[in-house]
């Protein structure tokens, strides 16, 4: 009888212990929410100018934008989207500090082709003030060079966005594309990499 009440007790804690890793699952999918982020809303508002279009376009290996925040932040997950036909190339996503000459985040990723796919990282804090650079690399080489387009949003006549450019805490400064060995600023357009932030 004494082993049958233990083995109660113990399968009453195994359950819920596996109702809390759901909640946990919840509770940081709400803190960690990708549906209507900041860039995102940014991104929009600069579709919403006739002036501006989106299009998936050059052909470099990185396209990257520098950003800061109004308040601290820290980063959740990363939204892209690649490009038909390579979606099992990864990308490599890095965020570095520029204020203190640091990398904060270094790791490969795939994407879908049809959405903007999120990939859950470890969080990136953020100090309101500090300038960001957030990078998306691609260094595979096939014989077709649009595995390096990308998808931005930009002037039709190649004009400046006038930057910086913000919403709510969100601020871009400036974009770059190139190569490894060489960075262009670029102030016509801005690259689709979205930020998540913790809520």
Known sequence: MFKKIILFIIAIGFFNSCNNDDDNDS??????????????????????????QEEITLDVI??????????NESICKIGYSSQPSFETYPYLI???????????????????????????INPVNLVSGNSYTIKRVQNNSTNDITIFIGRIVKNVNNDDLNFPISNNN???????????????????GIPYIDLVFEE
């Open 27 to 52: 509770e940081q999918n709400q803190l960690c929410d990708s549906s209507n982020t900041t860039f995102n809303q940014l991104y929009t508002d600069l579709l919403m100018d006739v002036n501006n």
């Open 62 to 71: 990185n396209h990257a934008y520098t950003f800061e925040v109004l308040s």
């Open 94 to 120: 890095e965020i570095y500090d520029n204020t203190n000459d640091m990398l904060l985040y270094s790791e490969n990723h795939t994407f879908s082709s049809s959405i903007t796919e999120y990939v859950a």
């Open 170 to 188: 969100l601020i871009i400064t400036s974009a770059t594309f190139g190569s490894q060995s060489s960075q262009q600023l670029f102030y016509f």
